[in-house]
């Protein structure tokens, strides 16, 4: 099985900064693209910020020049940096990672548990 561990949420005020982690742990021969996705209180889950085994990035439109993502493949492990936090970035933000568990080549979608972030003005 795998694990994806998520955390670093926390409550901030606007305009702070949050380093989120995302650690895949288990019986992984081989990770892909991972994600982050959040979903605020009420609404719809929602990507955020998409890094593939090259590193190439993706981000919603509503965090570009904020957020960054990165990975330490090392480490089976991902991060969202978090920077100018503002009360619509509030959300439980979760992680997923498409992991081969073998040599078959095969990739699963995984997703963690959630961390939460609470931005107040």
């Known amino acids: 099985q795998v694990q994806l561990v998520e955390s670093g949420g926390g409550a901030v005020q606007a305009g702070d900064t949050l380093r989120l982690s995302c650690v895949a742990s288990?019986?992984?021969?081989?990770?892909?693209?991972m994600d982050w996705f959040r979903q605020p209180p009420g609404k719809q889950r929602e990507l955020v910020a998409a890094?593939?085994?090259?590193?190439?990035?993706n981000y919603a439109d509503s965090v570009k020049g904020r957020f960054a993502i990165s990975r330490d493949n090392a480490k089976n492990t991902i991060y969202l940096q978090m920077n100018s936090l503002k009360p619509e970035d509030t959300a439980v933000y979760y992680c997923?990672?498409?992991?081969?568990?073998?040599?078959?080549?095969?990739?699963?979608?995984?997703w963690g548990q959630g961390t939460q972030v609470t931005v107040s003005s």
């Open positions: 288990g019986q992984i021969f081989s990770v892909g693209a």
């Open positions: 997923n990672a498409r992991v081969a568990t073998d040599r078959n080549g095969r990739y699963f979608l995984y």
């Open positions: 890094i593939n085994e090259n590193g190439n990035t």
